[in-house]
């Protein structure tokens, strides 16, 4: 039988797991919970997703938005063999008890603390931790981003310390209250960030600093990251070895792609839903050493790298395939990779 999975929480990242969920072979999509009957709410229905209420006292307002609704949230979990949980940073720690009532294993988001689950998961560095695990935490999209890159040049090469500067969008595209409108804002304004420790929470031994920033801008997230390395490769080989991981896009100079703005209008020429980028974007004339230094630019589609993720997480939770098995399914069923 299929793994029977339920999304909580049908939002930015919700409703991209609901859809990369209904695309894999051995998974079902039994339902998705939603607080209010927006045009998300419309859209599931369009989808034929069962679509359950995230709050009781709501119900009502689906009734009057003439949604039919195929149950509570709780039904929703019982039923379930694994839910992910796709609601506000916060929310899915107050979710924990009810997943616990139902003894339904649970994904969590990267706004979570990582203290609140069993392990925090990223596909490529450390699927096997999740194994059996009842709360797992799908790191964030720039800790997503991150791990990709630094799990093959630590195998590889060796990590000595890491050094990122993360320049992040102010806000998803449908968040028009997030800003800033026009400004540069060192954020955090204390050093080092937080996102260096939250790589930590993937790779427990690896000496990262992060410094954050934060634009006016909504397509994507830049990193420009500077890894000292024990064991010194050329130029050529770094190319090669990033190249050949699934789920990092060398970005060839011949595209003439400069930014997040030609690299989301790629995407849509390609035909992507929602114009996801799954893939981490590495600028390939970028990437460069100058003694023990690797140095290179690469953008991260905040909405979006994480959806692969959380489908991986869900079979390496309940152990029905090994990491090389799941990554690859999930790439082909959803066509990760240019
Ligand atoms: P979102 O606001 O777009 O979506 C969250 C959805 O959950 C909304 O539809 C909201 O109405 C709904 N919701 C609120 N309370 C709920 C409840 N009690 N039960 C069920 N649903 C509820 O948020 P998002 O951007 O999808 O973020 C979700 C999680 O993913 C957060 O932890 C966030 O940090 C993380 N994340 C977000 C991004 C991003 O860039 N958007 C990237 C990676 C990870």
């Excluded at 939002?11 to 607080?35: C, F, N, S, Y």
């Excluded at 229905?45 to 938005?65: K, S, T, W």
């Excluded at 410094?211 to 500077?226: D, I, Q």
Aim: net charge negative; proline share 6%.
């Amino acid at each position: 039988m299929s793994i029977q999975v339920a999304v909580n929480g049908y939002g930015t990242i919700g409703k991209r797991v609901a859809d990369a969920v209904e695309l894999q072979p051995d998974m079902e999509l039994i339902g998705v919970a939603k607080t209010s009957p927006n045009h998300e709410a419309e859209l599931a229905v369009e989808n034929d997703y069962p679509l359950y209420a995230a709050i009781e006292e709501r119900v009502e307002l689906f009734e009057e938005a003439g949604i039919d609704l195929a149950g509570s949230v709780e039904e929703l979990v019982d039923a379930a063999d694994i839910v992910v949980d796709a609601c506000p940073s916060g929310i899915g720690a107050e979710n924990k008890s009810m997943y616990e009532e139902y003894d339904t294993p649970a994904l969590y988001q990267g706004g979570e603390d990582a203290d609140l689950v069993d392990t925090s998961f990223n596909a490529r560095s450390n699927f096997e931790d999740a194994s059996d695990a009842d709360h797992v935490r799908v790191v964030s999209c720039n800790t997503t981003g991150l791990s990709r890159l630094l799990a093959p040049l630590q195998e590889e090469y060796g990590v000595e310390k890491a050094r990122v500067t993360l320049v992040r969008r102010g806000g998803d595209p449908p968040q028009s209250g997030r800003g800033p409108i026009n400004d540069i804002l060192p954020n955090p304004v204390s050093l080092p960030s937080h996102h260096g420790p939250d790589v930590n929470t993937i790779f427990p031994d690896l000496a990262i600093d992060t410094l954050g920033l934060k634009v006016p801008a909504t397509l994507m997230h830049t990193h420009s990251v500077n890894v000292t390395l024990e064991d010194v490769p050329s130029e050529e080989e770094v190319k090669e070895l990033l190249g050949s991981q699934s789920r990092t896009f060398l970005v060839p100079p011949k595209y003439g792609i400069d930014g997040a703005g030609k690299l989301k209008e790629f995407a849509m020429d390609r035909g992507r839903p929602r114009a996801d980028i799954w893939e981490n974007c590495i600028w390939e004339e970028s990437v460069s050493i100058e003694d023990d230094d690797l140095y290179l630019f690469q953008a991260i589609h905040q909405e979006s790298d994480v959806v692969p993720e959380n489908v991986d997480a869900i079979r390496a939770v309940l152990g029905t395939a090994d990491a090389e098995e799941s990554i690859e399914r999930t790439n082909e069923t959803m066509g990760v990779g240019f």
